[in-house]
């Protein structure tokens, strides 16, 4: 390692793959090139039935700082990822999806805007399969600095392959529930301080139809994981953090039914903490005041 490279802290990118044969070379190649001095690939992949594995190992013989490890059983994308954390050795965790791109300046901007800040994020690039531009993550979502638990009750914009988190918090947020693990982190993060964000689009985040976050459920489906989400955020909220907790109780009551009170009460949530439950939406203040009145026909379902 040069003398550069030790005076940067270690950073660990976990790749989580799974039958990604098709793009993961190119995602391989955008992390190999990344300019941060410092960093180890950690790649775990969960049983794939393609040729993805004999790819990796392929990068693992021709790279040292790359570490590719094959569960025993399938464990999905949310433990596939929490397994990598507990693989890495870096102070500071990067996520990685098997079918992105990274711009080479990716890490290193990141971290020099880190600071002391437990999470950093920035935005994205939406692409297609062939990687053409379609629009920016921000066009779609508010992103900007987080503090607040709140801002993850019904909505999320702070992306896995976006973000760098210290690896303190991330081994904190072990195990990780059952939900999307930037969604968790997140929401586990605000608990410890802000999530800075950086205004530059730094991964070409390839939208093709078989990604996970594109996967449609039915809405009774999405309904309960709402309500599951809303009730693990109100249990892991710390006393420093009651005023946020009576809230996550509160709205999840208005989940259990569609009745007079519970419509009434779930609007008044929104009107009395839109600053946070709405902070990620890109209206205008009528348009928000208009989606809290909706509040009282419909149950927000969290994507």
């Given at each position: 390692?040069?003398s ?5 802290p270690?950073?660990?990118i976990?790749?989580?793959t ?12 955008s ?13 775990v992949?969960?049983?794939s039935t393609?040729n ?8 693992a013989r021709?790279?040292?700082h ?11 994308y ?14 500071y ?6 079918d ?18 437990p999470?950093i ?8 399969d ?13 992103i ?14 702070v992306?896995g ?10 081994d904190?947020?072990i195990?990780?529930?059952d ?10 993060t ?25 996967k ?5 489906k ?15 909220c ?10 996550f109780?509160?709205?999840l ?6 009745s007079l ?6 609007m008044?949530?929104?009107f ?18 208009l ?7 419909q ?5």
């Amino acid at each position: 390692m040069s003398s550069q490279a030790a005076a940067q802290p270690l950073v660990s990118i976990v790749v989580a793959t799974y039958n990604g044969a098709k793009y993961i070379e190119s995602q391989m190649d955008s992390l190999i090139a990344q300019t941060y001095p410092n960093t180890e690939i950690i790649v775990v992949d969960d049983r794939s039935t393609d040729n993805t594995l004999a790819i990796l190992e392929r990068y693992a013989r021709q790279y040292p700082h790359v570490h590719v490890y094959e569960n025993e059983v399938n464990l999905g994308y949310i433990k596939n990822f929490e397994k990598g954390v507990t693989l890495s050795k870096g102070s500071y965790i990067s996520f990685s999806d098997q079918d992105d791109v990274w711009v080479p300046e990716k890490t290193a901007e990141l971290m020099a805007a880190i600071g002391d800040y437990p999470m950093i994020t920035s935005d994205s690039e939406i692409v297609n399969d062939q990687l053409e531009k379609r629009w920016n993550h921000s066009d779609l979502k508010e992103i900007q600095d987080f503090n607040n638990p709140l801002v993850f009750a019904t909505d999320n914009c702070v992306a896995g392959h976006a973000l760098i988190m210290k690896k303190e918090i991330a081994d904190a947020a072990i195990p990780f529930p059952d939900m999307p693990h930037d969604l968790w982190l997140g929401f586990f993060t605000t608990l410890h301080g802000t999530i800075k964000y950086l205004d530059r689009p730094f991964v070409k985040w390839r939208q093709h139809g078989n990604n996970v976050t594109s996967k449609h459920t039915g809405t009774k489906k999405r309904i309960d994981a709402t309500k599951f989400r809303l009730m693990t955020f109100r249990d892991c909220c710390p006393p420093a953090f009651a005023k946020e907790k009576k809230v996550f109780a509160e709205l999840l009551e208005t989940y259990e039914s569609y009745s007079l009170i519970h419509n009434f009460n779930r609007m008044r949530l929104y009107f009395g903490n839109k600053k946070y439950l709405l902070a990620m939406k890109k209206r205008n203040p009528f348009r928000k005041f208009l989606y809290c009145i909706k509040m009282f026909f419909q149950m927000r379902e969290h994507p």
